[in-house]
């Protein structure tokens, strides 16, 4: 009798591969096996065939971190190369406080009390913003007013939480914090023996055994089933044992930490104080005569959620081959995205491929996820925590986001008789690039833009298309130090397409010393036609220019650089102190190489819808055909961006 194979997991193909194998045994042919009952038979064993292979498929499945679906299944695996998840993330906000004690003293120091502090609004939801440890102040006296000036005070979202365990030297014993919207990042654990009063000793994470030994006052953390978090302390050998012998600190564990709403945090620009004063030397609460003055340093950030499969199945690899260390650029990847949850994309650049070269130097670039620029202080953080990784003798730098913008300048052609209106159609187009410009071509670094892709996209939204000639438009951003002499110099990284007659440069407006209305950028090429001169020119009569500076700085068309002299630039037209300047790439694929990240500007760019006489029907032979627009995608436009 012959082997049957069963190597597929569909149910019909069991079926029949049972029924083949019975066909082969002589006690079973001619048999009608779809005609009796025997068929009910054949079906439950290809059924339980079918259940028994699909386990055991999803068995094999889930024992590998590549090919694992559920979350606890991933978590465990990428423990063992011991990674631990990201948990939820508080955003985080820099505030002051101004409190008003009274016109009689109450006392040198006051406290303000971990808990909640401050409430704030982001699209009107309103969030509390907590603090986990206490924090002191001086009091003073202004006028005739105590006052306390908490200053620069980093409150995180959410609210603070206690949990209080005993320890009982029990071997199956577990200390598992009860909620799963935890920030891991805000737990304090204290351990104090029974009956003594205060916290006791602090004992902290750790997340390298390779420095600790028998008597670090150290716990672990692991996320255990459905992402809530496990709290595990030293054995005696790793780390400091717990019990209430000779040498150990105790068995009442406390437990405080954070929960928070995540990413729903960030965003919060104004803030009312919630908090309570305490005087330290006695415990006794102290009053606030008046509504407490509160300044926004930073609005909240950072705020985002836990660790999903995907970047569990990525990163943990990546943060074990790192070792803890950061030395390649691949380590700083994995290591930024774990100190810092909220990063979408990095760049990473030794100093010795800088121009001119800074040795000894790591730049770095980040984009977050909510927000185009990180703030000075979530800067300061990221360098801070970075530190502990960073090889010796090495300094990071932390720049600020480049962004390549790719603006498109079309020409759509279409047929009005299949059409309703021509402005559905625009809509249509736009919805096309919107899609196309959140695929994994662009918002990254080292994105690039194909020129043949984009000219499908908009051909294919809708059948009424029947060309389009897309001019490409290069952008960057020029943020103006106000009222300051400074040098300025821009890289686009993609070669400038180059018109002799010039104007190649263009800017918006902005407002130099000496002249009352807006000034631009341009340029003039020189006989080489590799480098230019760079120009502040003015609008004039009858569209012509007036040169304000003939001799403002240098273009450089073969690597794409734009480079202005000293100027004081007094304000600017566009808001928050920017420039927008662009040129035309020499060629139509655009890519955001080393620093920059590529970004297609659907809202900038600018859409002509042309009616397709031809296709429409209105000129069939097209002898009487003549264009009322004429379009080039190597047009070089307007004399200023406006």
């Known amino acids: 009798m012959p082997t049957t194979k069963f190597t597929n997991l569909d149910f019909d193909q069991i079926k029949t591969s049972i029924k083949d194998y019975l066909r082969a045994n002589s006690d079973f042919s001619g048999f009608d096996f779809e005609g009796s009952n025997f068929s009910v038979l054949l079906d439950t064993l290809a059924y339980n065939t079918y259940i028994t292979a699909f386990n055991s498929n999803m068995i094999v499945n889930e024992s590998f971190l590549d090919s694992a679906t559920l979350r606890e299944n991933v978590v465990s695996l990428a423990r063992n190369i011991g990674y631990v998840p990201r948990s939820r993330s508080a955003a985080k906000a820099e505030v002051s406080f101004k409190l008003n004690l009274g016109t009689s003293k109450p006392a040198e120091i006051v406290e303000l009390t971990k808990g909640i502090v401050c409430v704030g609004n982001v699209n009107d939801s309103s969030f509390t913003f907590s603090i986990s440890e206490n924090i002191a102040q001086q009091v003073i006296l202004e006028g005739n007013d105590y006052i306390a000036n908490f200053e620069n005070i980093t409150v995180n979202q959410g609210t603070y939480l206690t949990k209080q365990f005993k320890f009982d030297n029990s ?30 000793y602090e004992y902290f994470i750790s997340d390298d055994i390779t420095n600790i030994d028998s008597t670090s006052r150290v716990f672990f953390l692991q996320e255990v089933q459905d992402e809530k978090y496990e709290i595990r302390f030293g054995d ?70 836990i660790e999903p499969i995907d970047s569990i199945k990525y990163y943990s690899p990546k943060i074990y081959s790192s070792q803890n260390r950061a030395v390649t650029p691949r380590d700083y990847e994995a290591i930024i995205k774990k100190i810092f949850p909220e990063t979408e994309s990095v760049a990473v650049i030794g100093g010795e491929e800088l121009d001119p070269p800074e040795f000894g130097t790591v730049q770095i670039s980040i984009k977050p996820k909510s927000a185009t620029y990180i703030s000075d202080f979530t800067k300061s953080r990221i360098l801070s925590q970075l530190k502990k990784y960073s090889v010796a003798g090495i300094n990071q730098k932390l720049i600020d986001l480049k962004i390549l913008y790719v603006e498109l300048d079309i020409a759509a052609y279409y047929n009005y008789s299949q059409v309703s209106t021509e402005d559905s159609l625009k809509s249509k187009i736009i919805n096309s690039l919107t899609k196309y410009s959140q695929s994994i071509n662009f918002n990254r670094f080292g994105g690039r833009f194909k020129y043949s892709k984009m000219l499908q996209v908009i051909d294919k939204t809708d059948t009424a298309i029947t060309s389009n000639i897309t001019k490409i438009i290069i952008r960057r951003d020029l943020k103006a130090t106000v009222n300051q002499f400074a040098q300025y110099e821009l890289c686009f990284g993609n070669r400038f397409h180059v018109d002799p007659n010039g104007f190649n440069i263009k800017s918006t407006g902005f407002f130099i010393a000496g002249e009352s209305s807006p000034v631009y950028l341009t340029d003039i090429p020189n006989a080489d036609g590799q480098t230019g001169v760079l120009s502040i020119v003015k609008p004039i009569e009858n569209g012509e220019i007036r040169v304000v500076s003939k001799s403002a700085g240098v273009v450089d068309y073969i690597h794409g650089e734009v480079k202005l002299t000293t100027i004081n630039i007094i304000s600017t037209q566009k808001e928050n102190n920017i420039i927008e300047v662009q040129a035309f790439p020499e060629s139509n694929d655009v890519v955001g190489l080393r620093d920059l990240y590529l970004e297609l500007s659907v809202s900038k760019s600018t859409i002509n819808m042309l009616r397709d006489v031809i296709a429409s029907g209105d000129e069939v032979s097209g002898t009487q055909f003549v264009r009322d627009y004429y379009t080039s995608s190597y047009s070089n436009g307007k004399l200023i961006r406006e």
């Open 171 to 200: 071997l199956d014993q577990k200390f598992i914090l009860d909620n799963s919207f935890i920030d891991t990042s805000t737990i304090h654990v204290y351990v104090k023996k029974e009956g003594e009063t205060g916290l006791g």
């Open 236 to 305: 005696g050998l790793l780390g400091k044992k717990l019990g209430s012998g000779v040498g150990k600190d105790g068995t009442i564990i406390t437990v405080d930490y954070i929960t928070s709403d995540g990413v729903d945090g960030n965003g919060a620009s104004a803030f009312s104080f919630s908090g309570s004063l305490i005087n330290p030397n006695t415990d006794a609460s102290i009053d606030i005569s008046s509504t407490p003055s509160v300044t926004t340093i930073t609005s909240s950030q950072g705020g985002s959620e």
